[in-house]
């Protein structure tokens, strides 16, 4: 009996250490990585690929950060972007001069951006988060980004400058002819009914107009050699010599 007891008792102790091996990585050492599962984006954007972690460990020297990728056309995935300590981005390749590293380690933050994206930038999008001793749990995560032609838009800036440089001289000068198309009518019908003073006939100037007779107008030329007539004949008068003295007194 004493000897079965003993059997039993080393078959639990044996069953309790290999649960608390199985469980004792996930509660000591854990870390999990997080990145919306799509993307998308214009061509030319800069995109934001979005990494966060949450780990059982403060964040130390230690802690690494891959970027990979992956074409949508298939292959293996390829690393273009490490940090440990600091940022490395590629020097050559596809992403050469294109990724700007946006993370902080300390508050969880593994984010890289990538600059102009093109239709080439289609793929998959692997981030990696090392956290020594924390190795276990998810420490990479996926994104698919789809990186579409950018559709063309008109701008209010566009809208203002057409209307101020094509459409508002064109009212103006459609205004402009349809006042010219009405006002001859109007000027026309003025001049019919005005006539200046000069125009004047001879029976008119007295208040005189022959019945059956149609007014003749006096032109600038008929007027000047009128009015040097009178002249004339003033000067005439005034150069003879007064008859009697009453003659002199009217004509005073």
């Known amino acids: ?81 490490h940090f440990s300590s600091r940022a490395f981005p590629p020097l050559d390749g596809q992403f050469a001069g294109r990724i700007r590293w946006q993370g902080t380690p300390a508050r969880g933050d593994a984010s890289i951006s990538l600059i102009n994206a093109t ?55 459609t205004l402009i002819l349809i006042g010219r198309m009405l006002c001859p009518k109007k000027l026309r019908s003025q001049s019919k009914s005005y006539r200046s003073p000069i125009e004047v006939t001879e029976g008119e100037e007295y208040g005189i107009h022959p019945p059956g007779d149609k007014v003749k107008r006096t032109s600038c030329c008929d007027l000047y050699l009128m009015e040097s007539e009178d002249e004339d004949e003033y000067h005439n008068l005034k150069q003879r010599p007064p008859l009697h003295e009453d003659y002199a007194e009217s004509q005073c």
């Open 119 to 173: 239709l080439n930038d289609n793929g998959t999008y692997t981030c990696s988060v090392r956290n020594p001793p924390d190795v276990h749990g998810s420490p990479t995560s996926h994104t698919v980004l789809t990186v579409t032609p950018k559709a063309p838009s008109v701008r209010f800036s566009d809208v203002a400058v057409l209307l101020a440089f094509v459409l508002l001289p064109s009212a103006v000068i």
């Open 1 to 81: 009996m004493r000897g079965q007891r003993r059997g039993d008792r080393g078959l639990n102790a044996a069953s309790l250490l290999c649960w608390l091996g199985l469980l004792a990585p996930s509660l000591v050492s854990s870390i999990t990585v997080t990145t919306p599962a799509e993307l998308h984006a214009s061509r030319w954007d800069t995109v934001t690929l979005s990494c966060t972690f949450s780990s059982s460990s403060r964040p130390t020297s230690k802690m690494t950060v891959d970027w990979s990728y992956r074409p949508q056309s298939g292959g293996p995935p390829q690393t273009f972007f």
